[in-house]
């Protein structure tokens, strides 16, 4: 059984910060990539952030210059440093894992999501 954990979400003024935080657990052999996804009301699931195991990032254009994706290998947590937020950052912010278990299988896990509302 492997487990995701979220935390960090809220609401927060134009211009704000938040730190997401996933913390993976269970019986976890290693970790391979994790990023950060997000979904707003009517639109579609987006890629916002990822981060492989030997530490290569990606991001969305629109949050370039403004997060940061890390992780903490010895912890199985991904973190999102949100920096300069914008109204257009409001949705469900979801983590994603991809895992080998103890028992050899792969698993991507999703966490449960963390709402980052943006408003003044």
């Known amino acids: 059984q492997v487990q995701l954990v979220e935390s960090g979400g809220g609401l927060v003024q134009p211009g704000g910060s938040l730190r997401l935080s996933c913390a993976a657990s269970g019986s976890i052999f290693s970790v391979n990539a994790m990023g950060w996804y997000r979904q707003a009301p009517g639109k579609e699931r987006e890629l916002v952030a990822a981060i492989s195991s ?45 895992i080998l278990t103890t028992t050899w299988r792969k698993l991507i896990r999703w966490g449960q999501g963390t709402q980052v509302t943006v408003s003044s």
């Open 54 to 98: 030997g530490g290569k990032t990606n991001y969305a254009d629109s949050v370039k210059d403004r997060f940061t994706i890390s992780r903490d290998n010895a912890k199985n947590t991904v973190y999102l440093q949100m920096n300069s937020l914008k109204p257009e950052d409001t949705a469900v912010y979801y983590c994603n894992v991809e």
